[in-house]
């Protein structure tokens, strides 16, 4: 588990390689070679991109839908299964090289997929499995939603690790969910090589205003297409436009500061060793969720539960003669004794009344 010293020192890459459109398997196969490469430079924290296994869903970005079945039933016949084959050889690989390795996969379950981050301790556990909580516009056609049971910092042999998806960054309660709980190293995860320069630079202004904001380190990977695989996306020299730049893999400072040139273009590794000190200094001066917060005028309520499709209805409290001669001040139902254990009082925000059953 990871020390509350603040003399300690990690060693991280943040990971920009291509992924494998060819074979079933062979996106895995480039993150467990990455992984080996990493920790023989000694890096106790590797980083991939977004849903890099198998592969980002770039044709869903440059193809009208009528045009993404095909390519759209290929994702969900590779995508990953948590727990099963993938995530045992990635958590194998993890405990082999004594890694902390946070991976991006599309998740399938059962009949949809998700954009899922993976976070794998050192000794191979899975500590954390979420879903990026709201898909990007051309991503709704591929992913469902995810919810807020996935918004946690969890102890790792680095420290307290944390991470959120791509646009899940321009989301300030999403990212002040995982400063409260005082993450360490926040890993980012973007596609690469989509829409431009543009994307480049504002995600560069996204990390470094996080990690300041934080107090953290950030640690962000995206990935990368060769020009033979943008071709494989779409033959149209126009669109092809869309499949290039944006790629800013960097290690960034609770200062705010680079810790090792950002990479931008090609395949390779940023390596840089966090100094853990650098937390309590920036701290000292401003901890947005400690001195410097205002809990009394400015605070965050989140829902943490795990989003399910049913509720169970057979465990019911005792039923009372007349259940409106009871005070409900402090309960959203208008049957409070009616309604099953474990039910929500109401849908959020809505005005939903639920009849008892019977």
Known sequence: MGSSSSSRIV????????????????T??????????AASKGAQLAVFPETFVPYYPYFSFVLPPVLQGAPHLKLVERAVVVPGPATAAVAERARARGAVVVLGVNERDHG??????LVFDADGTLALKRRKITPTYHE?????????AGLKVVDTAVGRVGALACWEHYNPLARYSLMAQHEEIHCAQFPGSLVGAVVAEQMEVTIRHHALESGCFVVNAT?????????SVTPDAGLQK????????????????HLAPPLTEGEGMVIADLDMALIA??????????????????????????ATTTVPMHATRPAVSNPRSHDHDHDDSPYPEHRPVGQPAADDGAPVLRVAAG
């Open 140 to 148: 709704r056609m591929v992913w469902g939603q995810g919810d807020g």
């Open 242 to 257: 869309a499949l290039r730049g944006g790629c800013h893999t960097a290690i960034v400072s609770p200062e705010g500061k």
């Open 11 to 26: 060693r991280a890459a943040a990971i920009q390689i291509a992924p494998d459109f060819d074979r079933p398997d062979g």
């Open 112 to 117: 949809s997929l998700y954009n899922t981050q």
């Open 223 to 231: 990935g990368w297409l060769t020009e033979e695989q943008i071709r």
């Open 28 to 37: 895995l196969e480039r993150v467990c070679s990455a992984i080996d490469e």
């Open 281 to 306: 200094k920036r701290k000292r001066m401003m901890d947005s969720v400690g001195h410097y917060a205002r809990p009394e005028l400015l605070s965050l309520a989140i829902n943490d539960r795990l």
